[in-house]
């Protein structure tokens, strides 16, 4: 999160530019840029904003690449770079004609996306944290009577049975039905437990 979201001020589309700018830094490296010991340690780092490119991996990446992360990744949303900014950078621009004309992407990041886990507690963290901007109660409650339809035996969790079941219900075929099904357990069922949590 940007450090204008971290401290709850008013922000804008530049907060984008901000998360952009850490995916980069995490895909060259394989590690975030803002990284504490707790949630509370990692926003104070965020707030600081302090870049360093320390790790052994940096030696090997380009100035101009570096110099596009430091602009994404300014403090002051006034000062950081635009969208539009960041996608006509330089260093942008020339990989992107190299990437064309030799048809192949730099190995780096793909390995470094290979080795990082997103750990499900990251996971949760995050999904709590949008949820808990973009929702009032009203919707949550919404959200929490939806899900109960599919929670045949009340317990707090949706199978993959029960969420079959909905599906069915809905008219949508057996085969089609256990697609839909298979795809948001994996995106959902974090910690693979075969079963959504939708009152943790």
Not at 69 to 83: D, F, S, Y
């Amino acid at each position: 999160m940007a450090p204008e979201v971290v401290s709850r001020t008013e922000y804008d589309e530049k907060c984008d530019v901000w998360s952009a700018g850490v995916f980069l830094y995490l895909l060259i490296c394989g590690q975030p840029p803002f990284r504490g010991a707790n949630k509370e340690e990692t926003s104070k780092l965020i707030k600081k904003g302090e870049v360093t490119f320390s790790q052994p991996v940096w030696s090997k990446v380009s100035k101009e690449a570096k110099n596009l992360i430091l602009k994404m990744l300014v403090i002051h949303p006034e000062k950081r770079n635009t969208a539009h900014q960041a996608l006509t950078d330089i260093w942008i621009i020339n990989n992107c004609l190299k990437s064309s004309i030799e048809g192949n992407a730099t190995p780096l990041p793909l390995e470094n996306l290979k080795t990082f886990h997103i750990q499900s507690l990251f996971q949760n963290s995050v999904l709590t944290f949008i949820a808990s901007q973009l929702l009032d109660t009203e919707q949550e409650e919404g959200l929490r009577k939806m899900f109960s339809v599919f929670d045949v035996d009340n317990d707090g969790q949706i199978s993959k049975e029960e969420l079959l079941e909905g599906y069915k219900a809905m008219n949508i075929n057996e085969i089609e039905a256990s697609k839909e099904v298979d795809e948001v357990f994996e995106h959902v069922d974090f910690n693979k437990n075969g079963v959504i949590d939708y009152n943790g």
